[in-house]
């Protein structure tokens, strides 16, 4: 699959999602995986990681069939390899996808979900996951390293966060899909952090503490209770629309401690609630941040217009762009607008007036959205900070001095 940024996207009418078509739309992916490491509770001796992975029938090649539906047919795998590189374990499965129209074959609202399984001992090990399309034998493929840790019992430990929405604590089960992306656009879903608590001995009672920092290290949430460890594990849970409501980054902490031992696990996460009517309500400044992402006589002619001639250009511009013209909802105009407003909240300069999506740093989050990787270089004599985000998918990265000292960064280079 090729990607192509949010600026090709919106300068030029969007193709029609046609059978194979490999373009990712607002430069985003179509494929993701998490691994979440867990204690085996059958056996305390290995450790257990649960590998999600989710994909959408885009990324796959449909062959239309004698009785007028479409069929995909791909296999997915996991392998793990040891420390000298020798593989020691895989897991993978085959699946056929049949549908009954054209326009299903390029449904991305809901992404095929997967879950791996599997029990090691304790250590470091390398992975590498792929999904194969059977029909074309097209590849994608992914690799990385992990460790997985040791829960053995005699001392308290802590399994990995994993958020997932629109499920209440009371669901918590080994079926849950969790939100890969760690990322959160539709406030009217519930968000659940879930975890699991391993104490050193099953009747102990653990004090449990939840604290939410933002990016910038500012504590925004504390709270703290007991729990009786009735059960091994203890299945944990909390709330996250009950502990922040903002847009933004944030890390959540999560801290148990019980018989004089203490055990600590932190995970990122990035509330972009949709929320288009602040925007919306001016349309000049709406119409002034489509600049953003278009350019030329279809800008141009929107500034020029007045009243409803204005308001008309404005939402051609958008059907024009629209990824599911048979829905009543446009994806692309609903995460522009999620973007330019994170970036108001995030990337807003007070002291010049200046609202986020202006600034250097809103300009290119709203263009590529949300970066692979930040890398914050700390404060060196006589040095700026700098900030520099990565974009794999790109493969670019773009370097932001504060050569003032003031928060106000600028893009200085892009390689």
Same mark, same amino acid.
Request: charged share 30%; net charge negative; glycine share 6%.
């Given at each position: 699959?090729?990607?192509?940024?949010?600026?090709?996207?919106?300068?030029?009418?969007?193709? #029609?999602?046609?059978?194979?078509?490999?373009?990712?739309?607002?430069?985003?992916?179509?494929?993701?995986?998490?691994?979440?490491?867990?204690?085996?509770?059958?056996?305390?001796?290995?450790?257990?990681?649960?590998?999600?992975?989710?994909?959408?029938?885009? /990324?796959?090649?449909?062959?239309?069939?004698?009785?007028?539906?479409?069929?995909?047919? *791909?296999?997915?795998?996991?392998?793990?390899?040891?420390?000298?590189?020798?593989?020691?374990?895989?897991?993978?499965?085959?699946?056929?996808?049949?549908?009954?129209?054209?326009?299903?074959?390029?449904?991305?609202?809901?992404?095929?979900?997967?879950?791996?399984?599997? !029990?090691?001992?304790?250590?470091?090990?390398? *992975?590498?996951?792929?999904? /194969?399309?059977?029909?074309?034998?097209?590849?994608?493929?992914?690799?990385?390293?992990?460790?997985?840790?040791?829960?053995?019992?005699?001392?308290?430990?802590?399994?990995?966060?994993?958020?997932?929405?629109?499920?209440?604590? !009371?669901?918590?089960?080994? !079926?849950?899909?969790?939100?890969?992306?760690?990322?959160?656009?539709?406030?009217?879903?519930?968000?659940?952090?879930?975890?699991?608590?391993?104490?050193?001995? @099953?009747?102990?009672?653990?004090?449990?503490?939840?604290?939410?920092?933002?990016?910038?290290?500012?504590?925004?949430?504390?709270?703290?209770?007991?729990?009786?460890?009735? #059960?091994?594990?203890?299945?944990?849970?909390?709330?996250?629309?009950?502990?922040?409501?903002?847009?933004?980054?944030?890390?959540?902490?999560?801290?148990?401690?019980?018989?004089?031992?203490?055990?600590?696990?932190?995970?990122?996460?990035?509330?972009? %609630?949709?929320?288009?009517?602040?925007?919306?309500?001016?349309?000049?400044?709406?119409?002034?941040?489509?600049?953003?992402?278009?350019?030329?006589?279809?800008?141009?002619?929107?500034?020029?217009?007045?009243?409803?001639?204005?308001?008309?250009?404005?939402?051609?511009? %958008?059907?024009?762009?629209?990824?599911?013209?048979?829905?009543?909802?446009?994806?692309?105009?609903?995460?522009?607008?999620?973007?330019?407003?994170?970036?108001?909240?995030?990337?807003?300069?007070?002291?010049?007036?200046?609202?986020?999506?202006?600034?250097?740093?809103?300009?290119?989050?709203?263009?590529?959205?949300?970066?692979? @990787?930040?890398?914050? @270089?700390?404060?060196?004599?006589?040095?700026?900070?700098?900030?520099?985000?990565? *974009?794999?998918?790109?493969?670019? #990265?773009?370097?932001? !001095?504060?050569?003032?000292?003031?928060?106000?960064?600028?893009?200085?280079?892009?390689?």
């Amino acid at each position: 699959m090729s990607a192509i940024s949010p600026a090709q996207v919106f300068s030029q009418p969007m193709e #029609r999602m046609g059978m194979g078509h490999r373009n990712g739309r607002f430069g985003g992916s179509m494929f993701f995986f998490q691994l979440y490491n867990f204690a085996d509770t059958t056996d305390l001796s290995l450790s257990r990681v649960d590998f999600h992975v989710s994909f959408v029938n885009d /990324i796959l090649t449909f062959f239309k069939e004698e009785e007028e539906t479409y069929s995909a047919r *791909y296999e997915l795998g996991v392998i793990f390899y040891n420390e000298k590189n020798v593989p020691i374990r895989d897991k993978s499965v085959t699946n056929a996808i049949h549908v009954d129209t054209f326009r299903e074959t390029n449904l991305r609202t809901q992404p095929l979900h997967h879950k791996f399984s599997i !029990s090691l001992p304790p250590g470091q090990y390398k *992975y590498e996951i792929y999904l /194969i399309d059977n029909d074309d034998q097209k590849i994608v493929e992914r690799e990385g390293k992990t460790v997985l840790r040791d829960f053995g019992r005699g001392t308290l430990h802590l399994s990995d966060v994993m958020f997932a929405e629109g499920v209440s604590c !009371s669901a918590w089960s080994d !079926s849950i899909n969790p939100n890969l992306r760690d990322t959160f656009i539709d406030q009217q879903k519930q968000v659940a952090a879930l975890y699991e608590v391993y104490p050193a001995a @099953q009747s102990n009672q653990v004090d449990v503490a939840h604290k939410v920092y933002t990016e910038s290290g500012e504590n925004v949430h504390s709270d703290e209770k007991s729990v009786k460890a009735v #059960r091994f594990p203890v299945k944990e849970c909390i709330i996250v629309n009950d502990l922040v409501n903002e847009p933004g980054n944030y890390y959540l902490v999560v801290e148990v401690r019980g018989d004089g031992q203490t055990a600590k696990m932190r995970r990122s996460f990035t509330i972009q %609630w949709r929320n288009l009517n602040v925007q919306e309500e001016n349309v000049d400044v709406a119409i002034e941040q489509l600049s953003l992402i278009g350019k030329g006589k279809e800008i141009d002619d929107i500034k020029k217009a007045e009243g409803e001639e204005r308001d008309k250009l404005f939402e051609e511009f %958008w059907e024009r762009r629209d990824p599911t013209p048979d829905t009543p909802a446009n994806e692309l105009k609903d995460e522009f607008f999620r973007r330019i407003d994170f970036s108001n909240h995030n990337f807003a300069e007070p002291a010049h007036r200046r609202e986020g999506w202006r600034t250097d740093r809103g300009r290119i989050y709203v263009q590529n959205g949300p970066p692979d @990787q930040i890398e914050k @270089q700390p404060v060196a004599p006589g040095m700026p900070q700098a900030e520099i985000w990565y *974009y794999s998918r790109l493969n670019k #990265r773009y370097i932001f !001095s504060d050569r003032l000292g003031n928060g106000e960064y600028r893009l200085v280079r892009v390689e």
